[in-house]
């Protein structure tokens, strides 16, 4: 007599797993706290303590932060299939312990850039993983859900401690006091991922014995090169997927780089501006409560269209408009458009890739959208030096909706249906090629 393997025997489901995925979700508003320290004061700090005036000089830190998150997301996924997601989550909080402390003390950019190099690989890894482990525990049907709550604690940690650090910067100064935030949330980010986070790699596998592939080039036994090829360029949902998560990033690395600036360069003190560097992050983490979950009811691709087009009015408001009135309302319509699309392009994912190289794939499309702050960084900075921030703002805009006609147009309507008949495999797992 055989004895089942206990991989195959795991339960899929957002009810029989909550438990451990509540516990996910926790971790990830700690990987969000821990990003979200920088927003409202390092945009400050470059121009106030290290004098640097062009804004290409200042964006260099989101430069160096989107390519090696970017990077490292790609890596992510491929470590966690072959070594499990658990050592790769723990990994990306060790890598993070020294970034608070190189904030504090950094006596030139440089060390900035370099706190943010560390950054960027360890948000790759921590970021990355959570993401897949909650797709392995919830199966197909809620993966819409799921990715909402996950990318919903994110934001709202980013938000909770820009808006934070922006009070605390007020009242105790740029360094060290806001950074301190910082250490705090590594500190519980990985005292939780060590002795609280089980491995979810069996999900996967139990997964794996009853999928039916979406298509017949998505099938189980790719090989990277074939699996980057079909999530970046081939597969008409997953480059689409790729391209606008790429351009959302772009105008996150915008609104992270200059917007703090704008907003100190029109007379705005650092606690209003802490207020508006918090809105967007916020109104994007809480909304993704109700998106993540309405796109397994609705579809990917209406919400993905829908929320670039939101985003490109919400960035025109903020490059035409001036005053605090009108940026907060622009902050809000920005986090409203980004918390259609982010959830929504990670469930279109799951959608589409085996679970066999789920995790690859969700690298890869992680390593374009974040690749997206890099060009954000690069190409805002230099239309701002050449023309002004309303200009950089404005020709991001333009992009923000040019992207989601694309999606409009090459984005196939029916993988969501197809991925949501799949149940849980029984005891007779099911198998078609």
Do not use: C
């Not at 499309?365 to 954000?376: I, K, S």
């Not at 900075?381 to 404005?394: E, H, M, Q």
């Amino acid at each position: 007599m055989t004895r089942r393997s206990p991989e195959i025997a795991a339960a899929l489901g957002l009810r029989q797993n909550l438990a451990q995925f509540m516990l996910l979700v926790a971790v990830n508003a700690m990987v969000g706290g821990t990003l979200g320290q920088e927003r409202t004061v390092l945009p400050l700090l470059a121009g106030q303590i290290f004098a640097l005036d062009l804004y290409t000089g200042a964006l260099t830190y989101i430069l160096a932060f989107g390519l090696a998150k970017a990077a490292t997301n790609y890596f992510a996924g491929t470590l966690s299939d072959q070594y499990g997601r658990k050592p790769v989550l723990v990994a990306g909080w060790l890598i993070a312990l020294p970034v608070p402390l190189m904030l504090i003390t950094a006596p030139t950019w440089g060390w900035i850039v370099a706190a943010n190099v560390v950054l960027g690989i360890s948000q790759g890894l921590t970021w990355s993983t959570t993401i897949v482990m909650k797709m392995d525990l919830v199966g197909p049907a809620r993966r819409g859900l799921a990715m909402g709550l996950n990318e919903a604690a994110g934001y709202l940690g980013v938000a909770g401690a820009a808006l934070g650090t922006g009070y605390v910067a007020a009242h105790y100064g740029l360094r060290p006091a806001p950074f301190l935030l910082g250490a705090a949330f590594i500190a519980v980010g990985l005292g939780l991922s060590v002795l609280t986070v089980r491995e979810t790699h069996q999900h996967a596998k139990t997964e794996a014995s009853g999928h039916v592939d979406s298509h017949a080039d998505a099938h189980a036994g790719l090989s990277n090169r074939e699996i980057f090829s079909l999530t970046s360029f081939r597969d008409r949902s997953l480059s689409s997927v790729s391209q606008a998560g790429l351009v959302n990033n772009l105008n996150d690395g915008l609104a992270w780089g200059l917007f703090p600036v704008l907003f100190a360069g029109a007379g705005l003190g650092v606690d209003r501006i802490g207020i508006l560097a918090a809105a967007y992050p916020a109104v994007w983490g809480a909304g993704q409560l109700l998106t993540g979950g309405l796109s397994d009811k609705v579809g990917r691709k209406p919400l993905i269209v829908g929320g670039m087009l939101v985003q490109a009015l919400a960035l025109a408001m903020t490059g035409l408009g001036e005053g605090f009135g009108i940026w907060l309302a622009a902050a809000i319509l920005l986090g409203v458009g980004t918390a259609m699309v982010y959830p929504t392009l990670l469930a279109a994912i799951g959608d589409v890739a085996h679970p066999h190289w789920r995790a690859r794939s969700v690298g890869i499309y992680r390593l374009w959208r974040d690749g997206g702050f890099a060009v954000g960084a690069l190409l805002s900075g230099l239309i701002a030096d050449a023309y002004g921030i309303p200009a950089a703002i404005i020709a991001v805009a333009v992009l923000t909706a040019a992207s989601g006609i694309l999606v409009a147009f090459r984005m196939r309507n029916d993988d969501h249906a197809s991925a949501a008949t799949d149940e849980p495999p029984s005891t007779q797992p099911r198998h078609r090629v």
